[in-house]
């Protein structure tokens, strides 16, 4: 009996011990979620993959998913949200990134979003010769945050940036 209690003593420990060591993305979101209702959408790798047909991505973007070897997709959209609580949700957002150890990401700039006025940031997660994972928070008029938790080698990913980048 001593042994069966201390087993669910233990297994209960290791339950907590995860919950603590939460990414503070995901503690942010639950924070946000709770605080403003804005609701964020988590997709399993495969699950996106089965998706991409039905979502009408492009065939180029889908074979750059695909590179990526995706673990998680999380999606929060809050374009629709009073400008003073948006910036809340980016402040909130950009702590728990960078708390998470994530690196701000040399951006190009595009004409285009620059004709929509549409500001963001991006964000890698690399360490060593792998990158596990890429944000990108942007803000007004379109404001919404994409999480992407990936592995795959910092040469593919260069690969594919430049593959998707315009020529100039």
Not at 21 to 46: F, P, T, W
Not at 48 to 74: C, S
Request: with cysteine; proline share 4%; net charge negative.
């Amino acid at each position: 009996m001593k042994k069966i209690v201390l087993l669910l003593a233990f297994t209960m420990l290791s339950f907590w011990a995860i919950a603590a060591n939460e990414g503070k993305i995901d503690a942010a979101l639950e924070r946000i979620s709770s605080e403003y209702e804005i609701e964020s959408v988590k997709m399993d790798g495969a699950f996106f993959r089965m998706m991409m047909p039905l979502m009408k991505i492009d065939r180029k973007t889908r074979k750059a998913f695909k590179a990526m070897n995706i673990k998680e997709i999380v999606i929060t959209d809050f374009q629709d949200e009073p400008p003073h609580i948006a910036t809340k949700v980016i402040a909130e957002l950009t702590e728990a990134v960078k708390s998470d150890g994530y690196l701000t990401t040399p951006q190009q700039s595009n004409q285009a979003s620059e004709d929509e006025e549409i500001k963001g940031d991006a964000y890698s997660l690399i360490e060593g010769d792998k990158v596990y994972g890429l944000v990108i928070i942007t803000y007004f008029p379109k404001a919404n945050f994409l999480c992407i938790r990936c592995d795959m080698n910092v040469s593919e990913l260069e690969q594919m940036v430049s593959a998707i980048m315009p020529n100039k």
